[in-house]
């Protein structure tokens, strides 16, 4: 044995051994630096513990990842029951982005809805009592017997406000309309007026005109204010209800396994202190939000829509301007007919024929000769703005403003996520100091473009809570572009909490005492309602038809 040890000594030469040496050298370099390289899953266990989870999860030693269904499959200190509690958490945690980002939009429409309601509610309110102070003021007893007539003003104007399914021009026609009979009667109470003599005077209106062109040009402003101003609360509602569903929108499985990546995987790795590429989070959060930025076109148009409407506000179809005078214009064309009264009296006589006396004088019946006084506005004091905190034009100006501001929010909501400071670096596209889903690095990927049908072309369709957001969006864009040219259209609003009736008036800017209305259609209310407002034909005598028909034929074949 010494022999072959010494034989092989005599053939192995010094450079040989030093090769030998210099692997044996290698060997254990690499070695060392396999065990310096290994994760720390003592500090993985730490981490995991400070975000509230239970360390009996996590493994004593790193695994090779191979089972690992979210996270990268490579060396790691986590299992696929981590995986699932980092899933659940993800989701969490995702919601509470999307609430949080979208608070100041959602936040927007309410109070600006809540505000604008209160505003116009406590305008028809304090206008209503104003008239009716001044009124009873001014007029008294003659006033008192016919309340009812302004009070039934006020009230239609409320109902077509709220939602109500109300003509405005009928309604204001038929207001003038009672209007002249009472007034009509105060005059000429020592006459006996009976109902069809009423009815035919309401014929003449148009040609006797009493009240002057207060009515045609109180009719033209009314209207298109209150068009104006209830198409812009619905707006705002319909603004409110869809930012509230869209920011509730349920996390895709995708969505969620890429979120998880890009919060939590980093822990897996040992690096629970990098935060995600800021390129990385908006490629996940693309990904993610791609439903609500295929709402952004239809919600562009939407506020742009909101916009025309709100130049209508501040313009000549400001509501505020239109009622708080209402009650002076209403005045000036009882003084009108008053004034103009014995020759609008005979014209009457002369279309519907001479009245008998009713052998009581006007004073016996307690009927004053003349009505006294005219009116005035109420003080700037009075404005309805207690509960509004402002006026209109303030109200308008801060609306618009917040608008403007919104337009692109869907479209920038994967920025607005990325820019929060706890969520990703901001150190820009070039930093590598951060988590780029595998390991610490840049993120060399490109960013995904927007819009689920752009990143995944096997899913061409939005989700279907974001298809009927775009669908109600649509309806009401239509719908306030028909408010910024004059026209109000009846349909039933795709919202069920915001109201869909219209009056069908319209009006163009050519000729803004000119209309042209077309009552809205309404559906009979059950089958019953449809077959009875319908021909029919009783059965017994459709038989006895058929029996006629057939004696005739067989007459025939007979002779």
Avoid at 52 to 68: A, K, M, Y
Avoid at 213 to 223: C, G, H, M, N
Avoid at 243 to 272: D, K, W
Wanted: charged share 25%; hydrophobic share 35%; glycine share 6%.
């Amino acid at each position: 044995m010494t022999r072959i040890y010494r034989g092989i000594k005599q053939h192995i030469s010094p450079e040989l051994v030093m090769f030998a040496a210099l692997c044996a050298l290698l060997v254990l370099r690499v070695s060392v630096a396999a065990d310096l390289s290994a994760l720390n899953c003592s500090q993985v266990k730490d981490a995991f513990t400070a975000l509230g989870f239970s360390p009996d999860s996590v493994p004593t030693e790193e695994t090779s990842g191979v089972n690992l269904r979210v996270c990268a499959p490579q060396r790691s200190c986590c299992n696929t029951e981590m995986e699932e509690i980092f899933s659940r958490r993800s989701s969490r945690d995702f919601e509470k982005l999307m609430e949080d980002t979208s608070e100041e939009l959602r936040n927007a429409f309410v109070s600006g809805h809540k505000r604008f309601d209160d505003f116009f509610l406590e305008l028809l309110e304090n206008t209503e009592r104003s008239l009716n102070e001044m009124f009873l003021r001014t007029y008294g007893k003659p006033y008192l017997q016919n309340v009812e007539v302004f009070q039934g003003l006020f009230s239609e104007l409320k109902r077509y406000y709220t939602g109500g399914n109300v003509n405005l021009e009928e309604m204001l026609n038929d207001f003038w309309t009672r209007l002249l009979e009472r007034m009509f009667q105060l005059l000429n109470s020592q006459y006996l007026i009976t109902e069809d003599y009423l009815e035919c005077i309401s014929k003449y209106m148009e040609q006797l005109k009493p009240f002057g062109d207060v009515p045609k040009k109180l009719k033209s402003q009314v209207t298109r204010a209150f068009i104006a101003a209830r198409t812009f609360v619905q707006g705002l509602a319909v603004g409110r209800d869809v930012a509230n569903r869209v920011s509730e929108v349920s996390m895709s499985p995708a969505c969620v396994g890429s979120f998880t990546r890009m919060l939590y995987c980093s822990q897996c790795r040992g690096l629970s202190t990098l935060k995600p590429c800021s390129e990385y989070c908006l490629d996940v959060m693309k990904g993610c939000a791609a439903d609500q930025a295929d709402l952004d076109p239809e919600w562009s148009r939407y506020i742009d829509a909101m916009l025309l409407v709100t130049e209508r506000l501040e313009g000549p179809f400001n509501i505020e301007s239109v009622m708080e005078p209402i009650d002076v214009k209403i005045s000036e064309a009882i003084m009108n007919m008053q004034e103009n009264s014995m020759q609008l009296s005979y014209q009457v006589f002369q279309g519907c024929g001479q009245l008998k006396p009713s052998g009581m004088s006007r004073s016996a019946r307690g009927v004053p000769d003349t009505f006294s006084g005219r009116f005035s506005p109420y003080s700037p004091e009075e404005l309805p703005t207690a509960s509004a905190g402002s006026r209109l034009d303030r109200l308008v100006t801060d609306m618009k403003e917040k608008l403007k501001q919104f337009r692109k929010f869907w479209s920038s909501l994967p920025v607005s996520v990325c820019q929060e400071e706890d969520v990703a670096s901001t150190g820009g596209a070039e930093d590598e100091r951060c988590w780029n889903g595998r390991e610490q690095g840049r993120f060399v990927p490109e960013v995904q473009t927007d819009g689920r049908a752009t990143n995944d072309p096997d899913v061409s369709r939005p989700d279907a809570v974001i298809r009927q957001q775009i669908m109600a969006l649509r309806v009401m864009s239509n719908k306030l572009k028909n408010a910024y040219d004059g026209n109000d259209i009846y349909f039933q609003d795709s919202n069920e909490e915001s109201s869909g009736s219209g009056s069908g008036s319209g009006v163009t800017d050519s000729d803004s005492d000119s209309f042209v209305t077309d009552a809205p259609v309404q559906e009979p209310e059950n089958r019953e309602e449809e077959s009875s407002a319908s021909p029919s034909v009783r059965p017994d005598v459709l038989l006895l038809l058929l029996l006629s028909f057939s004696a005739l034929a067989a007459s025939d074949r007979w002779r």
